[in-house]
Nanobody, 128 residues
Framework: QVQLVESGGGLVQPGGSLRLSCVLSGAPLTYYNVAWFRQAPGKEREGVSCNMAKDGSTDYADSVKGRFTISRDNAENTVYLQMGSLKPEDTAVYSC?????????????????????WGQGTQVTVSS
């Protein structure tokens, strides 16, 4: 059974950096497309970034382009989200998600319905 566990959240000042980690267990990460989502209080879940298993291609929400970087270490079964130049509006619960790379989906790569497995989330708070 695939499980995802995030870590690395916390309180950071505006302009600061933070790196989130997500460990996938129960299967080799190399076979899974992965993504990071976030949800702030009173707002809808937002797709932040994704990384495809087949070719390592990535995609980012416009709101984080140039500031966030997604990466994966298949040997460690871990996905990372490096976040920089953080803003108060980045405050949210960040969750990682995964789906088997051979699955067929009609949803966009940053749409939550594309993903089958979810972590419990980690809180990121950007505040002075």
């Amino acid at each position: 059974q695939v499980q995802l566990v995030e870590s690395g959240g916390g309180l950071v000042q505006p302009g600061g950096s933070l790196r989130l980690s997500c460990v996938l267990s129960g299967a080799p990460l190399t076979y899974y497309n992965v993504a990071w989502f976030r949800q702030a209080p009173g707002k809808e879940r937002e797709g932040v970034s994704c990384n495809m298993a087949k070719d390592g291609s990535t995609d980012y929400a416009d709101s984080v382009k140039g500031r966030f970087t997604i990466s994966r270490d298949n040997a460690e079964n871990t996905v990372y989200l490096q976040m920089g130049s953080l803003k108060p509006e980045d405050t949210a619960v960040y969750s990682c998600a995964a789906t088997f790379s051979q699955s067929t989906s009609y949803f966009d790569k940053l749409h939550p319905l594309r993903y089958d497995y979810w972590g419990q989330g980690t809180q990121v708070t950007v505040s002075s």
